[in-house]
């Protein structure tokens, strides 16, 4: 490595460890600050969210920047020196152009929100919340402003979790899904509906926690790396590759949250523990995107821990920790009351069949705040209305309606669409897997999970962000994106479950 590489690795290293400096403020506020402590965190975050934007657009940064571009310009383009400056192009591209200023009160502004969202979720209390709102949503109708000329005023919010991808493309793919989820879940409805009163009583949160360690232990979260702790809405944060933390959350009357949302943050986890050490406090020490990154963990969540193979190996040792309520349960039942299809008001417990749509709803929303068609007060109404629409449900109270989700709270508006760009990487990785490992069926039926991590390893996790979201994609499966996979695993599981 040349003396110029040598010192843009060593600043942007600074860099990284301001960024996990924040994550570990932000993540010690969802799960031990006391809530007095709002106030004092908010300006901690401030200071350190302007200094690491400072050093990024700093004219020390810039200069060695243009010398590391033009001793990139010789290398092979995917080495990791030249992928660093193609990152760091995009970055730099991005971040000169927001004032620290709005940085900083970005952070204070949604540190605040953040604790008043807990309040008002707690309490159902939506008109607590909505000043905050107020002004996370004029932030970042602001901070879109930076970017004139745009095709969309979404599009610069997009970038920020998925480069490249403009409101259009994700409108376009929306369209594509909607209508055949909507049929689908129409038709599930017209059949005898399955039993989940199995997975609705009471478990024990303890052994609840304990089964969900082991479990995620043996798929690959690698526990001398990372830990679980409990938080309002689970998340996954990393303070480097060797320090990546999950938490979640319980309920004692129903077994499927707590287990699931632990699958679901190990994938992300198990992804962010697999980048190649080698490009530890780098720009490209992380994932290379959202959708990549919910790709992992809707895979782990979903497509092995929803499935018959998986459970074959595992509700044997589920029913030895709850023998009272599942000894005398079948595992088709189990399997079926874990898949059941029906609207419901929770994003983050809802099914595979109905999921995008609550996903459509919160992109709709999102894009008429941005445009201005809508405002804060206004937010739970329409909230509600496109619940009618979209899943037959209006929620009772605001807690289990538009105060469910954090994002809002956090300042990630332009997220959500993620998820389902997630959902439609997860089953092309898939398809592309189980055509190398022909016998992955067989592996995860007896608990091997070797060869899937292997896999995933090499195709996705060591790369970080030295590849694009369609890079990692194109070359795992050889194709682009594509809706396809995802609506015909989704017709063939539930095609199944329901004799459609």
Known sequence: MTVVFERLRALLGEIHDLERMQYLLEWDARTYMPDGGAEGRAMQLSTVTRLMHEKLVSEELGEIFEQAEAAAAGLEPDSDEARIVMRLTHKLAQKRRVPAEWVAEKSRTTALAHQAWRKARAEADFPYFEPHLEKVVALYRQYSEFFQPYDHVYDPLLDEYEIGMKTAK??????????????????????????????????????????????IEQLGYDFTRGRQDKSTHPFTTDFGIDDVRITTRVDPHFFNPAFFATLHEAGHAIY???????????????????????????MYENLIGRSRPFWRHYYPKLQAVFPQQLGEVPLETFYRAINKVVPSY???????????????????????????????????????????????????????????????????????????LGNLIACQLWQAMAAAIPDLTEQIEQGQFEGTLEWLRHNVHRHGAKLLPGEIVERATGSELSAEPYLAYLQTKFGEIYSL
């Open 346 to 420: 929770i994003r983050v417990e809802a099914d595979e069949a109905t999921y995008n749509l609550h996903i459509m709803l919160r992109f709709e929303l999102e894009l008429a705040l941005m445009e201005g068609d809508l405002q804060v007060a206004d937010l739970p109404a329409a909230w509600n209305e496109k619940m009618q629409a979209y899943l037959g449900l209006t929620p009772p109270n605001d807690a289990q309606g538009v105060l469910q989700d954090i994002h809002w709270s956090e300042g990630y508006i332009g997220y959500f669409s993620t998820y389902t």
């Open 170 to 215: 994700v409108r376009e793919v929306f369209e594509t899904l909607r209508p055949r989820q909507i049929e689908l879940v129409r038709a599930i409805g017209e059949r005898e509906q399955v039993d989940d009163s199995a997975i609705h009583q009471p478990f024990d949160e303890g052994k609840q926690w304990e089964f969900g360690l082991m479990v």
């Open 272 to 298: 962010d523990q697999g980048i190649d050490p080698s490009l530890q406090r780098t720009l490209v020490a992380e994932g290379t995107s959202l959708g990549i990154h919910e790709s992992q963990s809707r």
